[in-house]
C-alpha cells in the first residue's frame, strides 16, 4: 500500500482526526497522563498526510513537528 492510496480515504481520515482532537482535548483537561501523547500522536500523523495530498507545506512541518515531539514524549515515558 502507497502512501497515495490511502488518497481516497482523506475523508474519513479526517473524521478520525476530529475524533482524535475531541479524545486529545478531553484527556488534557481531565489530566489523563500519558494518553494525550498516545491520542495527539496519529492526530498529528493524520495531518500531516492530509497536508502531503494537498502539497500544504506549513501544515505538514507544523504536524511533523509536533508528531517528533509526541514520539520523544512517548519514548521517554516508556523508557
Known amino acids: 500500500m502507497t502512501l497515495m492510496s490511502l488518497a481516497r480515504y482523506e475523508q474519513q481520515l479526517k473524521w478520525v482526526a476530529l475524533g482524535l482532537g475531541i479524545l486529545s482535548t478531553i484527556a488534557i483537561i481531565r489530566d489523563w497522563y500519558p494518553w494525550t501523547m498516545?491520542?495527539?500522536?496519529?492526530?498529528?500523523?493524520?495531518?500531516?498526510?492530509?497536508?502531503?495530498l494537498h502539497t500544504e507545506r506549513q501544515l505538514k512541518w507544523v504536524n511533523l513537528i509536533f508528531l517528533a515531539l509526541y514520539g520523544y514524549g512517548i519514548i521517554d515515558y516508556i523508557f
Not at 39 to 52: E, K, S
Open 38 to 52: 498516545f491520542i495527539g500522536l496519529p492526530f498529528c500523523l493524520i495531518w500531516a498526510y492530509c497536508a502531503w
